[in-house]
């Protein structure tokens, strides 16, 4: 290489200057956080999480679903991960995630090897946001870049996945009042709500929609007949029938496709939640536009899961890299 003095001069010069850009980009998230760390950690979540969907397809659903439980409470800080002690009830335990989700497993498999590989250096939350792209991917949905570099948190606290995550009741104005709170836009709700085209409810989720539903219909009306004469055979009015699960989407329920949106556009979505995007004109329009565009959901869900993934981070030397995902540092 034949520098002369000047062109050392200059490449000092280039070098501060980027060692500068980076100091200023250091507290977000980025892609290649774990190249020098821990190249591997990517490679080795996506072998858990593909181990584990294929003995059981329904747990891609459960990782796409603990990423958005992660980042609606106390941002994306692993906190969903962190086990209930005598004295603290955790996030994990709070009805919207108990018993329902579940795959806590994968991420500890995952953790395990990493700590294996390169102890201390990959976040909790860090292998929540690659494995729910890796469950995406898996079920047929587009890959999508995950950049990395969030801590762990060392708070998680039940009564706050109750007031952080929106409940299937909701209509649209009370769905995008809970997304504008995490910074989500109204089309990203949309966009995030195409994750019910994979996965499986209980049927206690959405069954005063099919018994008790108003003092003047038993049965919501915006829901399809013949889709709710089904479901109440797989639901029945028992609290035993409570506990059943259904499918969220019958006709693909473990591809990531736009079928969610179909099932809208003929007033078969399961929740309230999912059939009130059909309530105004603009949305409608969404839901027709991402139920005919495979390829344009796919890409926005990715920017939208993406943006999801920076809520509330903890960056720098904030939070910690958890030894073991269910407990914090110092307590085990
Ligand atoms: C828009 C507001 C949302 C509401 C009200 C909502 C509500 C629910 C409910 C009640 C269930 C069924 C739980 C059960 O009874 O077993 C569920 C399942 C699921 N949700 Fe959501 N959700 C929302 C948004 C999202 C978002 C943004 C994602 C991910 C990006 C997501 C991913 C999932 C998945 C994958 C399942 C299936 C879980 C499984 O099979 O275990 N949801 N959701
Ligand atoms: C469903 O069960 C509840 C409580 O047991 C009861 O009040 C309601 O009338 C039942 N609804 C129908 C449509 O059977």
Known sequence: ????????????????????????????????????????????????????????????????????????????????????????????????????????????????????????????????????????????????????????????????????????????????????????????MIILSGAHTIGQSHCSSFSSRLYNFNSAFSQDPSLDPAYAAQLKQECPNTSSGANQEVPMDPKSPSTFDTSYYSNLLVNRGLFTSDQTLMSTPATAAKVWQNAADWLGFQKKFGQAMRKMGKIGVLTGSEGEIRCNCRVVNGFN
Request: include cysteine; hydrophobic fraction near 40%; charge should be negative.
């Open 1 to 188: 290489m034949a520098f002369g003095r000047r062109g050392e001069v200059l490449l000092a010069f280039a070098v501060a200057l980027c060692l500068s850009a980076t100091k200023l980009e250091a507290y977000e998230l980025h892609m290649g956080y774990y190249g020098k760390t821990c190249p591997q950690a990517e490679f080795i979540v996506l072998d858990e999480v593909k181990k584990a969907v294929a003995g059981d397809a329904g747990l891609a659903a459960d990782l796409v679903r603990m990423h958005f439980h992660d980042c609606f409470v106390r941002g994306c800080d692993g906190s969903i991960l962190i086990d209930s002690t005598p004295n603290n009830m955790a996030e994990k335990d709070a009805p919207p995630n108990n018993p329902s989700l579940e795959g806590f497993e994968i991420i500890d498999n995952a953790k395990k090897r990493l700590e294996a590989e390169c102890k201390g250096m990959v976040s909790c939350a860090d292998i929540v946001a690659f494995a729910a792209r890796d469950a995406v991917v898996l079920t047929g949905g587009l890959f999508y870049e995950v950049p990395a570099g969030r801590r762990d948190g060392r708070v998680s606290i039940a009564n706050e996945a109750l007031t952080n995550l929106p409940p299937p009741s909701f209509d649209l104005n009370q769905l995008t009042q809970s997304f504008a709170q995490k910074g989500l836009s109204q089309d990203e």
